[in-house]
């Protein structure tokens, strides 16, 4: 069955950098689009950014755009979020997600999440 | 953006019952708006796709409606296992945005 499930959230300091992986199995990994998502605590769902198929197309949220870089790597069935200058308000439990399709479209599976937290 | 406005925040039914969570939209954004039940500790699950598609697997007690700017999902037959928290997401345009969220307690 298709399992996402993340990692490498944890504590870190203000405009420091961090990487979030999502190892992926129980799917072709290179046939479908790829997002990242987060919740913040006591605050709703926030969109953060989508990854095409073949990685070719990327689009992200206002708030992280030239900070954080979405990418894949097919050979390890793995989705990455590289975090660069982090801001306070980016502490959220971070969940990775496969689109329906190859390009953007709904969420079919979502993982549990890794909590980062922007701290000094 | 488009603002997804969802309602209520927090309902409770019991066994039996029938539940109406609205998901209103500010702008027109045709059938892109989708249905996801969350449970703690466990990865949100899609049960609503494209306004009123049944995802497979999903219990026919659920159902979708609405185009436009205005959805509901609708849960017949409440059962215990029914309670968690659900959430409406539009991916009509960038960002993706989602509803607030509704607590149900059955």
């Known amino acids: 069955q298709v399992q996402l499930v993340e990692s490498g959230g944890g504590l870190v300091q203000p405009g420091r950098s961090l990487r979030l992986s999502c190892a992926a199995s129980g799917f072709t990994f290179s046939g479908y689009a790829m997002h990242w998502v987060r919740q913040a605590p006591g605050k709703g769902l926030e969109w953060v950014a989508v990854?095409?198929?073949?990685?070719?197309?990327?689009y992200y949220r206002d708030s992280v755009k030239g900070r954080f870089t979405i990418s894949r790597d097919s050979s390890k069935n793995t989705l990455y979020l590289q975090l660069n200058s982090v801001r306070l308000e980016d502490t959220a439990i971070y969940y990775c997600?496969?689109?329906?399709?190859?390009?953007?479209?709904?969420?079919?599976?979502w993982g549990q999440g890794t909590l980062v937290t922007v701290s000094s | 953006e488009t603002t997804l406005t969802q309602s209520p925040a927090f309902m409770s039914a019991a066994p039996g019952d029938k539940v109406n969570i609205s998901c209103k939209a500010s702008q027109d954004i045709d059938d892109d708006v989708n249905w996801y039940q969350r449970k703690p500790g466990e990865a949100a699950i899609f049960i609503i796709q494209e306004a009123t598609s049944l995802v497979p697997g999903i219990s026919p007690r659920f159902s979708g409606s609405g185009y436009g700017t205005d959805f509901t999902l609708t849960i017949n037959d409440i059962e215990s296992e029914d309670a968690a928290y659900y959430f409406c997401?539009?991916?009509?345009?960038?960002?993706?945005?989602f509803g607030q969220g509704t607590r149900l307690e059955v």
């Open positions: 997401l539009q991916h009509d345009d960038f960002p993706y945005t």
């Open positions: 997600a496969r689109d329906v399709g190859a390009v953007a479209g709904p969420f079919e599976y």
């Open positions: 990854i095409s198929y073949d990685g070719s197309n990327k």
